[in-house]
């Protein structure tokens, strides 16, 4: 069978915007704190801000992320945060390139293949906390009158 220009018509050739997942922002602050080159993985991605809407992420220099929010019209629009922003709950559904979740998810199965004890390894118990000594003088009787 042979296609022929009506068939052509219904073939979408128009370019589309590459798919994005929807991470939690805090999984984001966990793998970017082992390297901080990390964090300039994220210019360009799209995150909410939990008061001020969605908004782009423009550049992160040193410890701050600069988020462009277009819901704060004649306001300051280009809005600077700290990167602990991430980590305290400031911004949720961070949209980002599913090669990059992929690139967290592997660091984050190494990361649990290097904290998890060998087989056959013996863990120790954890240590028991110290007991508290009364300071000098007191006692748990009460004075007698």
């Not at 040193?62 to 819901?71: A, F, K, N, R, T």
């Not at 280009?78 to 390139?97: C, H, K, M, P, V």
Request: with cysteine.
């Amino acid at each position: 069978m042979t296609s022929t220009a009506a068939d052509d018509d219904h073939l979408d050739t128009s370019p589309r915007a590459p798919e994005t997942v929807t991470i939690d922002p805090s999984v984001f602050y966990q793998y970017a704190a082992t390297c901080a080159e990390h964090w300039q993985e994220l210019v360009g991605s799209t995150i909410t801000h939990c008061v001020y809407g969605p908004g782009t992420i423009v550049k992160i220099e040193g410890e701050y992320i600069s988020v462009d929010l277009p819901q704060r019209q004649g306001k300051k629009q280009l809005t600077e945060f700290g990167l602990s922003a991430f980590q305290r709950g400031y911004f949720r559904n961070l949209r980002i390139d599913p090669v990059l979740q992929e690139k967290i998810q592997a660091a984050g199965r190494a990361a649990d293949q290097e904290a998890a004890p060998s087989e056959g390894e013996l863990t120790a118990p954890p240590a028991a906390p110290p007991k508290r000594k009364r300071a000098p003088g007191k006692s748990k009787k009460k004075p007698s009158e």
